[in-house]
Nanobody, 113 residues
């Protein structure tokens, strides 16, 4: 089992920045893929960004150039999402994911206009 704990969400004005963190723990040897997903009210959960253990990244078109996913250099089982130029449409619960199988409880990001 893998436990994921997110932090860093909050309320920010449009144009602002936030940094989300996610730490994985539990019965893990190595997590290859970690990612961030989000779900806005009334909408399906969508992929925001993923990163492999080798550093390969992939982003949703809606966040390219504004969001950056990274993994901690000392602890590869910690992943970050740096978000800049936030828009009201980025408002959602953001979930951390590991290996496409394990999920955190989510952290709320609210962007006011």
């Amino acid at each position: 089992q893998v436990q994921l704990v997110e932090s860093g969400g909050g309320l920010v004005q449009a144009g602002g920045s936030l940094r989300l963190s996610c730490a994985a723990s539990g019965s893990i040897f190595r997590i290859d893929v970690m990612g961030w997903y989000r779900q806005a009210p009334g909408k399906q959960r969508e992929r925001v960004a993923t990163i492999t253990s080798g550093g390969y990244t992939n982003y949703a078109d809606s966040v390219k150039g504004r969001f950056t996913i990274s993994r901690d250099s000392a602890n590869k089982n910690t992943v970050y999402l740096q978000m800049i130029s936030l828009k009201p449409e980025d408002t959602a619960v953001y979930y951390c994911n590991a290996q496409y199988n394990f999920w955190g409880r989510g952290t709320q990001v609210t962007v006011s206009s």
